[in-house]
């Protein structure tokens, strides 16, 4: 008769947990994307389709180590803020959504947007910093929405508009910010 070893026992009553959390993570993941999706439209589509993807790389992912994704998902936040700040100024709120067909938004919606999504990164932070698994989606959708996927776009954008667009100033930072946050993330071992 083959023992187990004490790991496998220990693996054995995580996998219902861990089960669970996923569970409730790709609710949450749903939730998120309806709400976006009707409170902003059409125009945060591709906003959707990154947090998805942000969730299925994510289940492919061990534990984030902090020590080591920490200082460039802080440093991809503070991008974010003065990406969106860039936005707000230039007022992309107006510009962007009618591009594809979509109404404008106003400025008091596309303000709490942004800053419910600055909130939830914050939070996102403690998670992180505590080992919560789940804050790891949050981390990768920053790095994959918020950075990489939004400095192409800015740059799509002001190339199709032959000039500036509101945001192309900070795209550079968001594109690297968020690929160095994501090669942090995706990173198997070191410092």
Do not use: C, K
């Not at 998670?127 to 800015?154: D, E, I, Q, S, T």
């Amino acid at each position: 008769m083959r023992r187990s070893h004490p790991s496998e026992a220990a693996s054995a009553q995580a996998a219902p947990a861990r089960r669970a959390e996923s569970i409730a993570t790709a609710a949450a993941v749903v939730a998120v994307d309806v709400a976006m999706l009707v409170i902003m439209g059409r125009a945060v589509a591709l906003l959707a389709v990154a947090l998805a993807v942000a969730y299925v790389v994510w289940l492919a992912q061990a534990v984030v180590e902090p020590r080591r994704v920490l200082f460039a998902y802080l440093l991809a936040v503070l991008v974010q803020a003065l990406h969106f700040i860039e936005e707000y100024r230039a007022s992309f709120y107006r510009e962007f959504p009618p591009l594809i067909g979509a109404a404008p938004w106003s400025r008091p919606t596309f303000l709490l947007f942004n800053l419910a999504w600055l909130f939830v990164f914050v939070l996102a932070a403690q998670g992180l910093a505590r080992r919560w698994r789940p804050a790891a989606v949050v981390a990768l959708f920053l790095a994959l929405g918020g950075g990489v996927l939004n400095g192409l776009g800015h740059f799509a954008l002001a190339a199709r508009a032959s000039a500036y667009f509101p945001g192309l100033y900070t795209a550079p930072l968001s594109l690297a910010a968020g690929s160095y946050l994501l090669l942090r993330i995706l990173r198997r071992s070191g410092p």
